[in-house]
């Protein structure tokens, strides 16, 4: 989609380069009607062909079944202990159903490349180090540290993409605990898409 759309817009640079040529030709006195006529018609007809296509390729106006895109927040302020899946429980973007805003976790639909992403929000004086699972397995880190008074807030941010097989779960917990944090609702969010 995104090759047709470049070809478009080149079409589009190569018509108006065109134009302003012939634009030009005309304003300088140098134009023959049959030639303007010609190059004009031979362009329209190069327009209309990549339209067709773009017009083709927008017709069903839905997502492939293979599209996976979701963005969920916490839907109120939580605290959670080490070793507590962290449920982002209010849905922004959740194409293809593969976030579960009840459990926390995404199941990957389909064997391939997926990007994530997840923001931590927590109260001013607190730590937090929300930890990327795999399976069980610890894959990627963020820690959040505002130690920094109650007037000073920070927000950390992570991503991360790599491969998943069909049905592996993808979720974020606490790795190292310790005082609980209390999570600051839609300022942290987690979310992901198939890139391939």
Known sequence: MLLKFLTFAAL????????????????????????????????LSLLEK???KLDNVSKCG???KSQIVFHA???SDKTYNKGSIWVYDKMVTNIGNAYNPSTGKFSAPTTGI????WYTLCNAGSMAHAGLFVNG???ANQVYNNGGGIRLWITAGS??????????EVYIMDVHGGTAPTLRSYFTAFGGVRIN
Do not use: H
């Not at 302003?20 to 018609?41: E, F, K, M, P």
């Open 62 to 64: 839905c997502p492939s």
């Open 12 to 43: 589009i640079a190569t018509c108006s380069f065109i134009w302003l040529l012939l634009d030009l030709l005309v304003v300088l006195g140098n134009s023959n009607n049959a030639l303007t006529t010609s190059l004009i018609r031979n362009q």
């Open 137 to 139: 397995k610890f894959t």
């Open 73 to 75: 927040e916490m839907g």
């Open 114 to 117: 997926y990007q994530f992403n």
């Open 50 to 52: 990549p339209n067709n």
């Open 159 to 168: 991503s991360i993409a790599f491969s998943l097989k069909k049905g592996d």
